[in-house]
């Protein structure tokens, strides 16, 4: 079948600059394609319901993109969501996600937040012992209807990106299993709690090959296996596997996909999916990378030490990663022209695409054999929909650009709805003190 997200999206930027989504006042706009999240949310629920019978909570983790109107679509779409602190959670609950469909996993959870969680029954994993004191007495204090569980870190090793590797030998996750001691106090740990009926693992987010996500399920798995085996009964309900299946971010095709993870899955950890255990996922970045694009306007073109470079509005404030760990976080650019059509011709030109900001370093892309660039051009960087428009850096006060959803109607016509409006430079006045104009003058 045709991949169409390209022509999609080449549609859409042109609708974006017709109807003045981008403009002068407004040179950044981030753009999702609501058709391509639904598509990608019922290929996760149709992979997972293709090897299991057993009941399947999809938990989005919410930090990918913590935008209300996403988590309402992807609630609809029949998938809850993964959150990690008080922030994350409202905006969970604003979106209308029930609270038998959260899950709460922070590593610095507060006794207010645990406390919260287990009034509203929110499933909560905890990240290490003393956490689990916590919810002792929890517990003891008042029943909850909230499923509790245990992250563990299966000590696996990392993948390509070691700042988001979760299950390496040192790893701030989880309860290490293989330090010293660790296997048996998690399994006397289940012993001791008839509460405690959930174990979590989520090796890492990118860079992970799915051999070695299949590693650390399967570690999870096997030690559920052996707490049940040694509490006489199905102590362990509910296996949680985390997310992070990787995104292809050098071309248009979804590789590896759900369907691939969880075949795999089902063949190398067959007891997972025999209906005695309940799952839960939290994939986020698969769910919504290919579905979004940042838009920036070029301002101007220059050379340097004859270096062509293209200055765009858009750089490390809506692609933090990219411009700090280039070699990690590559983003794939196309150019168009003022009106919003794909530059395809040649001749290419290797050229620095460059954003606003008042560091050197703030680059999209070095040396990038592109079509020429010119001022009034619009560049996109493609695959932003997780972890890139939604999570500005506050670098210079630049602006949040403003997020619209799109549709394409029978009739080929675009339709956008506002997920976030652009962000006002009397809001930054607001959040950078200026109602506090003379708090530091009084002597
Ligand atoms: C970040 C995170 C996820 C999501 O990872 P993706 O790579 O975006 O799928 C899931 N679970 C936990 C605990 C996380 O920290």
Redesign the pocket.
């Known amino acids: 079948m045709r991949n169409m997200a390209p022509d999609r999206r080449d549609r859409a930027v042109r609708a974006a600059v017709d109807q003045d989504l981008l403009t002068p006042a407004a040179p950044v706009a981030a753009l999702l394609d609501v058709a391509g999240v639904r598509a990608s949310a019922a290929a996760l629920r149709a992979a997972f319901a293709a090897v299991t019978d057993a009941p399947v909570l999809h938990a989005f983790?919410v930090?990918?993109s913590p935008l209300v109107p996403v988590l309402r679509l992807l609630h609809e779409e029949g998938l809850g969501a993964?959150v990690?602190s008080p922030g994350e959670l409202a905006l969970a609950r604003a979106a209308g996600v029930t609270a038998d469909r959260i899950v709460l996993?922070s590593p610095a959870k507060t006794p207010a937040e645990l406390r919260e969680a287990l009034d509203l029954g929110i499933a909560v994993n905890a990240d290490n012992p003393q956490e689990l004191a916590r919810l002792d007495a929890l517990v003891r204090e008042a029943p909850t209807r909230s499923p509790l569980g245990l992250r563990v870190n299966p000590q696996i090793g990392g993948g390509a990106i070691d700042a988001l590797s979760?299950a390496t030998a040192t790893s701030k996750f989880g309860i290490a299993l293989r330090d010293e001691g660790a296997r048996a106090g998690v399994v006397r740990a289940y012993l001791d709690r008839p509460w405690l009926t959930r174990l979590h693992t989520?090796s890492g987010?990118?860079g992970l090959p799915l051999s070695l996500l299949v590693t650390g399920v399967r570690e999870v798995y096997e030690l559920a296996e052996e707490i049940n085996a040694a509490a006489g009964c199905r102590r362990v309900d509910t296996i949680d596997i985390?997310?992070?299946?990787p995104v292809n971010f050098t071309s248009d095709d979804e590789t590896p996909t759900y369907a691939e993870y969880a075949a795999l899955l089902a063949r190398e950890v067959p007891g997972l999916f025999d209906g005695r255990y309940g799952l839960v996922t939290?994939?986020?970045?698969?769910l919504l990378a290919k579905h979004g694009t940042v838009l920036a306007r070029v301002e101007y073109t220059k050379t340097s030490g004859s270096r062509p470079i293209a200055v765009t509005h858009a750089g490390v404030q809506v692609a933090t990663r990219t411009v700090y760990d280039p070699v990690s976080w590559p983003l794939r650019i196309t150019v168009y022209d003022a009106g919003g059509r794909p530059r395809t011709g040649g001749p290419f030109v290797e050229q620095d695409v460059a954003g606003p900001a008042c560091f050197a370093g703030d680059l999209l892309a070095v040396q990038r054999a592109l079509p020429r660039i010119e001022p009034g051009d619009i560049v996109a960087a493609l695959d932003t929909g997780?972890y890139y428009f939604a999570h500005h850096y506050a670098y210079n006060s630049l602006t949040r650009p403003g997020v619209y959803g799109y549709v394409t109607g029978e009739d080929g016509a675009v339709r956008f709805a506002t997920v976030r409006p652009p962000q006002t430079v009397a809001e930054i006045v607001a959040e950078g003190g200026g109602g506090h104009a003379d708090a530091l003058l009084a002597r």
């Open positions: 983790a930090k990918a993964e990690a996993d979760t989520h987010s990118q985390g997310g992070g299946l939290e994939f986020g970045r698969s997780a």
